[in-house]
């Protein structure tokens, strides 16, 4: 039987920067590799390698979109980079408490939502940003 993929990437999650779009797609395979795992029984073993890929790849990722939202001058950058910490801090935080509760699922649901409220609320604002500077 083919399993479900948890989140189905589609064109409405694009920002219409490739990079980050391509960055952004990484991600949610990921995160949708760890749901497979779940549904054949074997979450609690893949939490902590995708756990920390996941950190480090979402470094690159912010390091990418911080270095084009400081040359695009968006005017709400600090705030901006505050989630990106606050979520690199959360990640560090999970991966400690999974190494004792291997509670796959929780993890699973909070990537998502977190993800999925970040690409289509906060990184949608600073799009307009970065085509005016690409456009000059
Ligand atoms: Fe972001």
Redesign the pocket.
């Known amino acids: 039987m083919h399993k479900m993929l948890y989140i189905i990437w589609s064109d409405k999650n694009k920002l219409d920067i490739p990079i980050i779009d391509e960055q952004h797609r990484g991600i949610i395979s990921t995160i949708n590799s760890l749901h497979y795992f779940i549904q054949i029984g074997h979450g609690a073993e893949i939490l902590t390698p995708t756990l920390t890929m996941l950190a480090q790849y979402t470094k690159i990722h912010?390091k990418t979109?911080e270095a084009l939202l400081a040359k695009a001058k968006y005017p709400a950058i600090e705030e901006?980079c505050a989630?990106?910490k606050t979520l690199i801090e959360k990640i560090e935080k999970l991966s400690i408490e999974v190494s004792r509760d291997r509670d796959a699922g929780r993890v699973l649901i909070f990537l998502r939502e977190w993800w999925l409220n970040?690409?289509n609320k906060?990184?949608s604002k600073y799009v307009l940003f970065i085509r005016k500077y690409e456009r000059s």
């Open positions: 912010f979109e901006h989630l990106h970040h690409i906060e990184d």
